[in-house]
């Protein structure tokens, strides 16, 4: 016999398609009427008279019709202010991905071929450039063999984190999320690669990005599992590839370039970082790691050189502590909003 019970476990089943919760666990189902063999429902949902609120309907029609209605009825209403609070949405729009569609955030991959070449001090001074030159700009630090972010930003909270929505930190206009945000004390982790696309997949879905023109990733050195996750998950990524100027180290970086053109992911272009020391007393540059890496990379790739970045440590602002960051005045923080200039006339021209 057809029951209440029998009706509300079978829609167990069934995802709001907004929370993508089961619609018994949030409450959803409000009211269950059931007449020789008619059942009407009320359903709650967060976001009413949408095209995914007709998908919802037909998917519970038929599950309620597979354990024995003849016909059923719905009707919708909004969950309430305060249930939506609860869920830790905001009760003016459902929880908003950046994988939806209609999502105009440009996602750039910052990527090298190995470690330990500057991938991070790029990706976080692009970042602050682009967020200097009036930009809604994010970071993800997806580095998660490395993490390094928020030491480089000088970053010291956390997250605030309500009901399942994140919200990054915000230093120097960038919305900030790390995998080291959500690692304790430092510990090295042991990660599958599941893991790994499942943690950037919630960094996607469930934080609470403010309206982005850019998102930069900074992702692990080389082609592993990571950047596999994000070039599936983000078919139109583009890309930066860092090498330094050695010839060895290009070729290297050359790999990481191929990946992206195999996933046809668009290349910005390539940053030499450490390209050469400048002598503060003649003046003269110092090839110290090398030359011609860079150029060679790009004409590899059929791309441009971004960036030439020399060697040399921001100025250490008391104050506003962070290590990594080159202020707009210092010549390399210069060369970083030029860089970022040239990005924005590349994507938006
Ligand atoms: N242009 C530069 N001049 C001087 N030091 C630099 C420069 N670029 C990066 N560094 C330093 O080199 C080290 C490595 O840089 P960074 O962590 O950005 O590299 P990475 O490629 O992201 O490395 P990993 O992938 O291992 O995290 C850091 O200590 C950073 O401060």
């Known amino acids: 016999m057809l029951t209440q019970e029998k009706i509300l476990d079978a829609l167990k089943t069934v995802r709001e398609p907004f929370l993508n919760k089961s619609i018994v666990e949030i409450d959803g189902i409000r009211e269950i009427k059931i007449k020789d063999g008619l059942v009407s429902i009320k359903v709650a ?5 949408t095209q995914e609120q007709l998908q919802l309907q037909q998917q519970i029609v038929s599950t309620v019709k597979e354990v024995g209605a003849q016909s ?6 909004q969950l309430t202010d305060e249930e939506m609070n609860k869920l830790g949405v905001d009760p003016n729009g459902a929880p908003k991905s950046l994988l939806d569609e209609g999502v105009r955030t440009t996602f750039i991959a910052v990527t090298s071929g190995k470690g330990g070449v500057g991938k991070s001090t790029v990706s976080v001074n692009l970042a602050t450039s682009l967020a200097r030159l009036g930009k809604k ?3 993800i630090d997806a580095d998660i063999y490395g993490f390094s972010v928020p030491d480089m ?3 010291e909270e956390k997250p605030k984190v309500k009901g399942e929505r994140i919200y990054p930190v915000n230093r120097f206009g960038v919305q900030v999320i790390s995998m080291g945000f959500f ?3 430092n510990s090295p982790i042991i990660w599958r690669g599941p893991m790994l696309g499942k943690m950037l997949n919630n960094f996607f879905t469930q934080v609470e990005w403010d309206e982005l023109d850019y998102l930069i990733l900074d992702l692990p050195p080389g082609t592993g599992d990571v950047a596999l996750d994000v070039h599936n998950m983000l078919p139109s990524s583009k890309e930066i590839i860092v090498t330094t100027p050695h010839p060895t180290a290009a070729f290297v970086a050359a790999r990481a370039g191929v990946m992206a053109i195999k996933t046809e992911h668009e290349i ?3 940053v030499e970082n450490m390209a050469y020391f400048k002598s503060q007393l003649t003046g003269e540059k110092e090839f110290v790691f090398g030359q011609g890496g860079g150029k060679r990379l790009a004409q590899e790739l059929q791309t441009d050189i971004l960036a030439q970045i020399p060697l040399g440590q921001p100025e250490i602002d008391e104050e506003d502590f962070a290590p990594s960051i080159y202020a707009p005045d210092h010549s390399i923080g210069q060369i970083y909003m030029k860089m970022a200039q ?3 006339d590349k994507i938006e021209a």
């Open 45 to 49: 949902i967060s976001k009413t008279g």
């Open 72 to 77: 059923v009825g719905l009707r919708f209403e």
């Open 137 to 139: 700009v994010g970071i």
């Open 153 to 155: 930003m000088g970053i």
């Open 183 to 185: 690692v304790q004390d």
């Open 268 to 270: 910005l272009g390539v």
């Open 342 to 344: 040239k990005v924005i």
